[in-house]
């Protein structure tokens, strides 16, 4: 453990900057929201920014990537087939408990399973991840109820928490130590390591005050979705309410959906493009003949909501799928993101 003064914390991200590209909260002056981006300067990075409008999962799994090229030489009868990703090696310096997971949740879905995908392994090899213990909560913050916060626990390189003055400084892996050592930082103590338990603590105890806008109790609701004890006409309810637009699926840190897509060129060759896909669309359970099996809508919403809280999909990502960050509760324009989702499931288990 490492300690550096709050007004020397970015020297971290400057540093990192020599070898990474940095990415971190940026807050737009315009909007006055908080986006994770690559700053124009290192100093725009603020560490006091409330959750960003979108997830930082795009700095690993980008919404759209080229992964390999590929031609055909009609003359020779001879096929060429370039892999296509180089991903820069990235920092995300400022990373919330609640992302982490995200990307964590990532993890184990692309490479943490039977098969290993080479795109996604290629930008975590090269991302270097520096989180920031949420001091507060924020208004649709419900991370408490996901065992995801507010101070990470794993997956991270450093973990940075706010102790007033100074920052307490976790190395969570070999290359976060070495950083730490050759800028210097001077060692912690048990006393910095009883300091942080006293701010997640009470980080933890304002949420009843603070974080007002989203509660999500959700043991009881993960054993009716696993079970399937969920009447159909609540199914039907929240299917009725969704517009398919699919933004909780982009604003979710944990939803690992893709399509892909060749497109040609106009040498001939042709481009494999991976892009973000939602299941709330219609057309991703579409198969060959146009036979889908969830074409109704409730059928999608149900798979969702067993994706993110069935005991099954805890098991295989080791933690729920969702994270508690309240992003989806934000942009649903049909009023079920997954607090409210859970609400109604709930009120249909007690009113039996």
């Known amino acids: 453990m490492f300690l550096i003064k709050k007004s020397e914390v970015l ?28 700053p124009d300067s290192i100093g725009d ?86 989180t920031n213990t949420c001091v507060k909560p924020f ?9 995801s916060g507010p101070s990470a626990r794993e997956g991270y390189d450093l973990n940075m928490t706010d102790l007033g003055d100074e920052y307490l400084v976790e190395a969570g892996s070999d290359r976060g130590k070495a950083l730490a050592e050759k800028m210097g930082l001077k060692k912690a103590g048990s006393g910095h390591l009883e300091a942080k338990k006293a701010v997640v603590d009470g980080s933890i105890s304002r949420f009843e005050s603070i974080a007002t806008d989203n509660k999500a109790w959700i043991s009881r609701v993960m054993n009716r979705i696993t079970t399937g004890f ?16 699919g933004a909780c699926t982009f604003v979710c840190p944990s939803c690992s959906c893709f399509n892909i897509e060749d497109v040609n060129r106009k040498d001939s060759s042709t481009d494999r493009l991976r892009s973000w896909d939602s299941c709330s669309f219609e057309g991703y359970t579409r198969m060959a003949g146009d036979h889908n099996p969830r074409k109704p809508v409730e059928d999608r919403r149900n798979k969702r909501f067993f994706c993110k809280l069935s005991y099954s ?7 729920p799928g969702c994270v508690g960050c309240g992003r989806c509760q934000w942009v649903c324009p049909g009023d079920i993101g997954l607090p409210n989702v859970v609400t109604y499931i709930r009120r249909e288990i007690t009113s039996r």
């Open 139 to 147: 208004k649709q913050c419900f991370c408490v109820c996901t065992d």
């Open 45 to 130: 990075i603020d560490l006091d920014a409330p959750i960003p409008s979108q997830p930082p999962k795009h700095t690993v799994f980008p919404q759209i990537e080229r992964i390999f090229h590929y031609s055909y030489d009609k003359g020779a009868k001879r096929a060429e087939i370039i892999a296509d990703f180089k991903p820069e090696p990235k920092a995300l310096f400022g990373l919330r408990s609640c992302d982490l997971n995200g990307v964590q949740c990532l993890d184990r879905f692309f490479i943490g399973q039977e098969f290993t995908d080479d795109v996604y392994l290629e930008h975590r090899k090269k991302t270097f991840i520096v």
């Open 313 to 319: 999909q805890s098991k295989k990502y080791l933690r």
């Open 11 to 38: 020297k971290l991200a400057e540093e990192l900057s020599k070898t990474y590209a940095v990415y971190g909260p940026v807050v737009e002056k315009e909007s006055n929201q908080t986006f994770f981006v690559r």
């Open 230 to 245: 969920i009447k159909g006409e609540i199914w039907e309810y929240i299917g009725n309410q969704c517009f398919e637009c």
